[in-house]
């Protein structure tokens, strides 16, 4: 059965920086992982996806401050921010499409897409 962890949440101050990693187990087949976050009272949002050879994809919103990196060999799926702002902060979950193996040429970021899902990690950055 497919599981996903994330880690690396907390708190930081405006123009901090911060990494998340995801852990992926009971999967074997190729599959696109993705970043996505709610904050209270807004609609889960799509962060960045990256296909089974790491190409990656970003919202404009983050697009410059946020890495993401996935090693295959480990399943794990990281997310390097930085220049965070206040409108960063909510709960970032990792997420896992089983049925992609490259978004190219078109992403597909929506949650509805993705049908294993983390806990999710909080990010909170203050002002």
């Known amino acids: 059965q497919a599981q996903v962890m994330e880690s690396g949440g907390g708190s930081v101050q405006t123009g901090g920086s911060l990494r998340l990693s995801c852990s992926v187990s009971g999967i074997t087949s190729n599959y696109c992982m993705g970043w996505f976050r709610q904050a209270p009272d807004r609609e889960r949002e799509g ?70 899902w983390g806990q999710g990690t909080q990010v909170t950055v203050s002002s």
């Open 47 to 116: 962060v960045s996806m990256v296909d089974r050879n790491g190409l990656p994809f970003y919202a404009d919103g983050v697009k410059g401050r946020f890495t993401v990196s996935r090693d295959n060999a480990v399943n794990i799926l990281t997310l390097q921010m930085t220049n965070l702002k206040p409108e960063d902060s909510a709960m970032y979950y990792c997420a896992v499409d089983l049925y992609c193996a490259s978004w190219y040429p078109r992403p597909h970021l929506t949650a509805a897409e993705f049908g294993v």
